[in-house]
């Protein structure tokens, strides 16, 4: 199918509800448009479909919905564990925040987009900031709450990695650093040495994300998919096809 004609048929119906998250036509508007900051709804939806589809053999790592975070980030560190606790982060060993700083809280175009994970394998908070250095503030803050809830007291790293060419794309290298990180954490066990992302996968990464889309509501004629109520709706030849898409 080409770019165009995948456009229109995700597009022609405004709404996909995946497990929580319902992803409309504006999302999908956000999506074809290349100068457009990806959304907390975009990116809630792609780590439930990481969380509940891709990488439901990893029962050691968890992307933690990224409202979720956005309150933890507002909430005194004595009190998170109301938000933290439900996901059952304890039994994790991989915890995947998508972190939303912003530099000026008046003027919300410069908001931004990082990755903390926080890696009970390497005792390490690591951080993935595709604009280095933007986001220090609210790294700080968070990684300070975590410490207090796991009574921890751990190092902060910086991670080298990929770095935006375009403003808009900080959304779009926290989504494929966190794939990067899991496929390559839940085998090796660490978070070190972890291999950068390509320009490739970030250049593609907005049509992989529209054509699963299109992929999940077509593979039922029922819309509202429950991720986790419902066994997988897909077949083997879609896993198949998914994993050769796989960074």
Same mark, same amino acid.
């Given at each position: 199918?080409? !770019?165009?004609?995948?456009?229109?048929?995700?597009?022609?119906?405004?709404?996909?509800?995946?497990?929580?998250?319902?992803?409309?036509?504006? $999302?999908?508007?956000?999506?074809?448009?290349?100068?457009?900051?990806?959304?907390?709804?975009?990116?809630?939806?792609?780590?439930?479909?990481?969380?509940?589809?891709?990488?439901?053999?990893?029962?050691?790592?968890?992307?933690? %919905?990224?409202?979720?975070?956005?309150?933890?980030?507002?909430?005194?560190?004595?009190?998170?564990?109301?938000?933290?606790? %439900?996901?059952?982060?304890?039994?994790?060993?991989?915890?995947?925040?998508?972190?939303?700083?912003?530099?000026?809280?008046?003027?919300?175009?410069?908001?931004?987009?990082?990755?903390?994970?926080?890696?009970?394998?390497?005792?390490?908070?690591?951080?993935?900031?595709?604009?280095?250095?933007?986001?220090? @503030?609210?790294?700080?803050?968070?990684?300070?709450?975590?410490?207090?809830?796991?009574?921890?007291?751990?190092?902060?790293?910086?991670?080298?990695?990929?770095?935006? !060419?375009? %403003?808009? $794309?900080?959304?779009?290298?926290?989504?494929?650093?966190?794939?990067?990180?899991?496929?390559?954490?839940?085998?090796?066990?660490?978070?070190?040495?972890? %291999?950068?992302? @390509?320009?490739?996968?970030?250049?593609?990464?907005?049509? !992989?994300?529209?054509?699963?889309?299109?992929?999940?509501?077509?593979?039922?004629?029922?819309?509202?998919?429950?991720?986790?109520?419902?066994?997988?709706?897909?077949?083997?030849?879609?896993?198949?096809?998914? $994993?050769?898409?796989?960074?």
């Amino acid at each position: 199918m080409s !770019k165009r004609a995948l456009d229109q048929n995700v597009a022609s119906d405004t709404s996909l509800t995946f497990g929580e998250t319902r992803v409309t036509g504006s $999302d999908i508007r956000i999506l074809n448009n290349t100068n457009a900051w990806l959304t907390e709804t975009l990116i809630a939806f792609y780590f439930e479909f990481l969380n509940s589809r891709v990488f439901t053999s990893y029962k050691c790592s968890i992307c933690v %919905p990224p409202e979720i975070t956005a309150l933890i980030q507002i909430t005194p560190a004595n009190e998170i564990g109301a938000f933290l606790e %439900p996901l059952e982060v304890d039994q994790k060993d991989l915890i995947i925040f998508a972190l939303h700083g912003v530099a000026d809280s008046e003027d919300m175009d410069h908001s931004h987009w990082s990755l903390l994970v926080y890696s009970k394998w390497d005792n390490k908070i690591f951080h993935f900031d595709s604009q280095n250095g933007y986001n220090n @503030s609210a790294v700080r803050s968070l990684s300070e709450k975590l410490q207090v809830y796991f009574n921890i007291n751990v190092e902060v790293k910086e991670v080298e990695c990929l770095q935006q !060419k375009k %403003p808009q $794309d900080c959304g779009i290298h926290v989504l494929a650093n966190a794939e990067q990180i899991i496929t390559y954490a839940a085998k090796a066990r660490t978070v070190n040495d972890c %291999p950068k992302v @390509s320009e490739k996968a970030i250049n593609e990464y907005r049509q !992989k994300m529209l054509k699963l889309i299109w992929k999940l509501k077509h593979s039922s004629s029922i819309y509202q998919i429950k991720s986790k109520q419902q066994p997988s709706l897909f077949s083997k030849s879609w896993h198949d096809e998914h $994993d050769r898409d796989r960074f």
